[in-house]
């Protein structure tokens, strides 16, 4: 578990900075701000969001915050890469390619989302065409990719002449 030290009051302020994963993201109070609607085409539903990049949002106490990655100069290409799969994938997709990062099965995801594994098989075979990938772990790639994140040196193949 994380712990935050977050000040009690500072809205609408950069409260804190985390590490996840080797990226730094900041954590911003958006107390008495109104979050918009952003729907993509594909989605069933709009979602709610406070800021454009934020990967989350939260409750704490009586204060909201939302985790946004932190200004830098590729993380504009991450937040692109990232808005671009969330509008290429619907939000049931996006829940699979999410478990299946986690290391889930195809029965295990079937089981957590009360879909039978057909199901689950048909949605990876969307997800498959929609991403331009033929397999599981090159799906996993496309998704880390998206959201900046490196894969272990020891995986990247280097090329030899």
Known sequence: MM???????????RCSTVELHGRRYVVLCVDGQTPRQQSHPG???????????????FQLGEHRYVLVPEDDPA????????????????????????LICLGLLTKQVADRLRLSEFTVRSYLKTIYCKLGVRSRGAMVFAYASAFG?????????????
């Open 3 to 13: 712990d935050l030290d977050l000040p009690a009051a500072c809205t609408g302020a």
């Open 149 to 161: 994140v490196a894969p272990p040196a020891a995986l990247v193949d280097e090329r030899r002449d």
């Open 43 to 57: 989605q069933g539903r709009a979602r709610l969001v406070y800021h454009g990049a934020e990967l989350a949002h």
């Open 75 to 98: 993380g504009d290409d991450h937040a692109e890469a990232a808005g671009t799969l969330r509008r290429l994938l619907t939000q049931r997709e996006l829940q699979i390619v999410q």
